[in-house]
């Protein structure tokens, strides 16, 4: 398994220097107008129609091959991996807005904002971005309606705000096979609604309820256990029983993720995404139902242990 990791690991580095080699094809072929050699009216459709890109890799790749121009050490950046082409091609887009409102941007100042961005994750190269360039912050929700009578809607979250939404996708992932910002309001909606009409539903019925003298009669037919068989009885029951609630948070709580660890690398999986409960002991050969005997594995992991992985 580990020779196959080394190897996908051989082939991506081998990926990336082939991908500046590409680049630099690129910037070969529109300094010298091939494309307009070959009929074809830019340096985009022909990447598109000719080469067999589409049409997002191809504005990537231009956005990327126009910067490396002017940042010079972009390409060997690329080649390391630590800057990929979605963010400069946001970098682009950012500089295209700038021009559009009257700033011109500077080599020097792209050359920062490259480094800023280095290593960093889609999500931070556009903070950075905003900053950088002083965006708008939106605040104000937007509703757009479409024709098929649907509504988009816009809203701005701060980033504490969006650190409790990621949680409460990654808790719904568990229980649900879909997992988008659209299912995590819905489903809260949803939720809400119906604990907010249960219980006026509840209120409302115990109000016209009649009155009821409910007498509580012991029985007279009580079969006893002797109190060893009844431990040993309960404990069987308990363990073959579905896991109870407050088991579940127990665990939840002090693992949050899945515990799933590489033996060679010590590396572990922490997806918070579709946990299961794991027994660690399997109940089959006598693994009880308690905190310290289950583990979180996420959905594949759990699978491939049961698979004989």
């Given amino acids: 398994?580990?020779?196959?990791?080394?190897k996908l690991k051989a082939l991506r580095g081998q990926e990336k220097k082939l991908l500046l080699e590409i680049l630099l094809t690129i910037s070969e072929v529109e300094k010298t107008k091939l494309f307009l050699q070959l009929a074809y009216p830019s340096l985009f459709e022909y990447l598109?129609?000719?080469?067999g890109y589409c049409p997002a890799s191809a504005q990537r790749r231009i956005d990327s091959v126009r910067l490396m121009q002017q940042v010079p050490d972009l390409g060997t950046k690329i080649a390391a991996g630590s800057v990929s082409l979605s963010q400069v091609s946001k970098v682009q887009q950012a500089v295209r807005l700038a021009k559009k409102s009257g700033t011109l941007v500077s080599r020097e100042t792209k050359q920062s904002i490259i480094n800023r961005i280095e290593n960093k994750s889609p999500r931070q190269t556009e903070q950075i971005l905003?900053?950088?360039?002083?965006?708008?912050?939106?605040?104000a929700e937007k509703l757009v309606a479409q024709r098929d009578q649907s509504l988009r809607v816009e809203l701005t979250f701060s980033s504490e705000e969006m650190i409790i939404l990621e949680e409460a996708k990654a808790l719904l992932s568990n229980s649900s096979q879909a997992v988008s910002m659209h299912d995590?309001?819905?489903d809260l909606a949803t939720r809400f609604v119906k604990s907010r009409t249960k219980l006026k539903s509840a209120a409302d019925s115990a109000a016209t309820r009649p009155q009821q003298n409910i007498t509580i009669v012991p029985s007279q037919n009580v079969n006893?256990?002797?109190?060893?068989?009844?431990?040993t009885v309960a404990k069987q029951n308990m363990n073959s029983a579905p896991l109870r609630m407050s088991t579940r948070k127990i665990v939840l709580q002090s693992?949050?993720?899945c515990q799933h660890t590489d033996p060679v690398t010590g590396r572990r999986c922490n997806s918070k995404y579709f946990l299961h409960?794991?027994?660690?002991?399997?109940?089959?050969?006598?693994?009880?139902?308690e905190a310290q005997n289950l583990r979180l594995?996420?959905?594949?992991?759990?699978?491939?242990?049961?698979?004989g992985g």
């Avoid at 598109?48 to 080469?51: A, F, G, Q, T």
């Avoid at 006893?224 to 431990?231: G, S």
């Avoid at 409960?277 to 139902?289: A, M």
């Fill in 1 to 6: 398994m580990h020779t196959l990791n080394e």
């Fill in 48 to 51: 598109v129609k000719e080469i």
């Fill in 297 to 307: 594995l996420c959905g594949n992991h759990h699978r491939m242990r049961h698979a």
């Fill in 130 to 139: 905003a900053q950088e360039f002083s965006l708008e912050i939106l605040q």
């Fill in 277 to 289: 409960y794991d027994h660690i002991q399997e109940r089959q050969f006598g693994g009880s139902n």
């Fill in 224 to 231: 006893t256990v002797p109190h060893q068989n009844v431990n």
């Fill in 184 to 186: 995590l309001m819905m």
């Fill in 255 to 257: 693992q949050q993720s």
